[in-house]
């Protein structure tokens, strides 16, 4: 009988590319995966609990079956309650964290530590079989809770199946986008302004925002549902200019709503002032990243006036793949799943 001693998975870092806030409150929202990553490699142990190995957080060990959960290790805690009540069991393991992934920089760092954990601690669980992966949506989805409180689900969508999707809260993904930029004429940047930020504050200043306009945030909700289905469009026309100019509409209305911050601000005019096609914050805002938009002929420029402004620029590769994972079986290693 082939025995699973060791599960690795690993899972990207992702984009909003439109939509964001206004898909907790029902819109449509486009994401994209991007090509950083989040490692996980859990491992069969002998003594008891679930050991959390972290460059970031350090270690600890927890014990499941407790009422309730204290400390940053807590997402770990509850996506694992999760895994046992799939499984049935709470199998000892020592789990090695490791991440390419900037921290509260709006690009789905939790989200890819989730996914990638869920999947390594269910698939050591499982010995390597029967996997789903709504049961690691559903286990990552009790890590994002913790972190975050009440997420849209859609960090979690994209980074679980990767690609392009258009994303409804209580519908999840509504469609798969196969078009990618690649081969136009622009390039995106990804603009890090170094202020990390709080979702949770985020989400609930954007909310009480909208909340002070009455009826009319019914309008503003639509219009946002009207801007993504025209981005989508866009994507798939390969009509680079339109796009820009939709992420630079899609920014106002972000900013408008309190969201924004004197840094994201920057970033974009700084975009405009240069030319380029397109820009607008991505992910939570107040801090974070931002998503730029440039003709590929002048993207050097752009990323050289961004470092010289004391901004971190990533190139990035939208639309790579979502979730791998590894299993080590009995000293051999075996794809179990991939999407």
């Known amino acids: 009988m082939a025995i699973v001693e060791t599960c690795s998975a690993s899972a990207p870092a992702k984009v909003i590319i439109t939509g964001e806030h206004w898909v907790v409150h029902g819109s449509a929202a486009l994401a994209a ?9 859990c491992m069969e142990a002998r003594g008891p609990g679930i050991t959390i190995k972290s460059l970031r957080l350090g270690s600890f060990t927890f014990t499941l079956g407790q009422d309730s959960c204290r400390g940053p290790h807590c997402g770990f805690y509850y996506a694992a309650s999760r895994i046992v009540e799939v499984c049935g069991e709470a199998k000892p393991a020592t789990c090695i964290v490791d991440s390419d992934i900037p ?39 009790g890590f994002e809770k913790f972190v975050h409180g009440n997420p849209s689900g859609i960090d979690t969508a ?42 949770k504050e985020a989400v609930a200043a954007f909310t009480q925002n909208l909340s002070r306009l009455g009826s009319f945030s019914k309008i503003l909700v639509n219009l946002a549902e009207q801007i993504t289905w025209e981005v989508v469009g866009s994507l798939k026309a390969r009509d680079t200019k339109r796009l820009g100019s939709l992420l630079y509409l899609s920014h106002g209305l972000l900013s408008a709503l309190g969201v924004s911050h004197e840094k994201l601000e920057e970033i974009v005019q700084a975009a405009r002032a240069e ?16 998503l730029v938009l ?11 006036i961004y470092e010289s402004k004391g901004f971190k620029v990533y190139k990035a590769t939208l639309g790579v793949p979502g979730l791998q994972i590894n299993c080590d079986v009995s000293g051999r290693a075996a794809m179990v799943e991939g999407t």
């Open 103 to 141: 921290i509260g920089a709006g690009l789905g760092s939790s989200a890819s530590v989730a996914v990638s954990f869920s999947a390594a601690y269910l698939a050591l669980c499982r010995g390597g079989k029967d996997l789903s992966l709504s049961d690691v949506s559903n286990a990552a989805s």
């Open 33 to 41: 995966a991007v090509g950083l990553r989040s490692r996980v490699k």
């Open 158 to 199: 994209v980074v679980l199946h990767g690609g392009f999707i258009v994303y409804r809260r209580g519908e999840g993904i509504i469609m798969r986008i196969n078009e990618s930029l690649a081969d136009t004429d622009a390039v995106v940047l990804i603009v890090d302004t170094g202020i990390a930020r709080s979702t």
């Open 294 to 304: 440039a003709a590929r002929e002048h993207s050097h420029r752009l990323e050289k």
């Open 275 to 290: 030319g380029a096609l397109g820009a607008k914050l991505t992910g939570a805002g107040m801090g974070g990243t931002a």
